[in-house]
């Protein structure tokens, strides 16, 4: 019998566990495409065209990528952040909208990002 039972509840377990999430619901992110470290020790200075350089240095390294926004900093996920951020280099330093999921882990926002595109305003 206990083992009858034990079967069943770690059947139940995997069961629960297999079920899949809700998917999240993709968002719009308009923000400026900055290197995430300077922006946090250089604040302003960490930003706009006058670090573009120093940026899109930092982003061929493949260092942390993120969109500062008025009131957070999104950090850059998944494919759009692969390979040495790859395919952010034509947006480094501009004013760009995003869409995609965001996730949060260990106090900072992220952003899987699935389409990226230079803001119009």
Known sequence: MRKMFSILAG???????TVAAPAAEPVSVTGELVEVACN????????????????????????????????????????????NNAKLLDFVA???????EVSEKDGQTFLNVTSMMVATQ
Do not use: P, W
């Open 40 to 83: 946090n020790s250089k604040g302003e200075g960490g930003r706009g065209e006058a670090h573009a350089n120093c940026a899109m240095a930092c982003a061929k390294r493949g260092n942390q990528m993120g969109i500062l926004t008025e009131d957070a900093i999104y950090l850059i996920a998944g494919d759009y952040s692969a390979n």
């Open 11 to 17: 059947a139940a377990f995997v069961a629960a566990m």
């Open 94 to 100: 501009k004013r760009v909208e995003a869409r995609g």
